[in-house]
T-cell receptor, first 113, second 114 residues
Framework: DAGITQSPRHKVTETGTPVTLRCHQTENHRYMYWYRQDPGHGLRLIHY???????DKGEVSDGYSVSRSKTEDFLLTLESATSSQTSVYFCAISDRGANYGYTFGSGTRLTVV | KNQVEQSPQSLIILEGKNCTLQ??????????LRWYKQDTGRGPVSLTI?????NTKSNRRYTATLDADTKQSSLHITASQLSDSASYIC?????????????FGTGTQLKVEL
C-alpha cells in the first residue's frame, strides 16, 4: 500500500457522533475514491473525487460527506454515525480514472455502538 | 442491473495443488475485467486487468481467462502456496454516460493448507 495511507486504522464510536476518516496519498493521483466493504456485499462506492474540490456521489452516499482541499488528502465524514455504518472503509487512488487500475489503502475498521 | 457473481464462495485446498475460481457477470456495456487479491486486514491488490479482446492473461502463478461472449472469467492458481490464502475479487468495469462504473463481486475466500 505504498503511497496511500488511511487513518485511523480502527475506530469505535457512539451512535450520533460525527466521525472523519482520512485518506492521504503521496502519488499525486488525480482520482480518489471511498468504498465500504460489508459481508455479503461487494465493495460499494460512497463518494469519489476527480480533482481538488471536485467530488461526486457514489451508490451509497446517504449519511456521508467528503472534502478534498488538497490533492493528497480526501476526507470522509459520517455526519451522525449510525450502527448501519459499521463497516470497513477503503480509500483508493487512480491516476487515470475508474477504467484503469486502482491502488487501495489498507482500510479503516469502524464500529458504531 | 449490473451484477458480478463469483463461485465458489469459499475453497480449501492443499499446498501445491491447483485451483480455479469463477466469475460470471451481467455488466453492460463491458469495458474491462479485473481480478484482485485481498489478504485479511488489507486492501485489495490488482492481479490482472483484461479488456474485451484479451482471452488469457498471466501474472506469475495466476492465469485469468475471459470469455466475453458467455460473460465468464476464471482465475487459475497453479502450484498453490500458503501465501495464496486470501479473498479473490472479480471486478467488472462498464462505460456509462457518466463515466466508468465498477461492479464488484463478493469474492471467493481461498484457504491453502499444509
Amino acid at each position: 500500500d505504498a503511497g496511500i495511507t488511511q487513518s485511523p486504522r480502527h475506530k469505535v464510536t457512539e451512535t450520533g457522533t460525527p466521525v472523519t476518516l482520512r485518506c492521504h496519498q503521496t502519488e499525486n493521483h488525480r482520482y480518489m475514491y471511498w468504498y465500504r466493504q460489508d459481508p455479503g456485499h461487494g465493495l460499494r462506492l460512497i463518494h469519489y473525487s476527480y480533482g481538488v474540490k471536485d467530488t461526486d456521489k457514489g451508490e451509497v452516499s446517504d449519511g456521508y460527506s467528503v472534502s478534498r482541499s488538497k490533492t493528497e488528502d480526501f476526507l470522509l465524514t459520517l455526519e451522525s454515525a449510525t450502527s448501519s455504518q459499521t463497516s470497513v472503509y477503503f480509500c483508493a487512488i487512480s491516476d487515470r480514472g475508474a477504467n484503469y487500475g486502482y491502488t487501495f489503502g489498507s482500510g479503516t475498521r469502524l464500529t458504531v455502538v | 442491473k449490473n451484477q458480478v457473481e463469483q463461485s465458489p464462495q469459499s475453497l480449501i485446498i492443499l499446498e501445491g495443488k491447483n485451483c480455479t475460481l469463477q466469475c460470471n457477470y451481467t455488466v453492460s456495456p463491458f469495458s474491462n475485467l479485473r481480478w484482485y487479491k485481498q489478504d485479511t486486514g488489507r486492501g485489495p491488490v490488482s492481479l490482472t486487468i483484461m479488456t474485451f479482446s484479451e482471452n488469457t492473461k498471466s501474472n506469475r502463478r495466476y492465469t485469468a481467462t475471459l470469455d466475453a461472449d458467455t460473460k465468464q472469467s476464471s482465475l487459475h492458481i497453479t502450484a498453490s502456496q500458503l501465501s495464496d490464502s486470501a479473498s479473490y475479487i472479480c471486478v467488472v468495469s462498464s462505460l456509462t454516460g457518466g463515466g466508468n462504473k465498477l461492479t464488484f463481486g463478493t469474492g471467493t475466500q481461498l484457504k491453502v493448507e499444509l
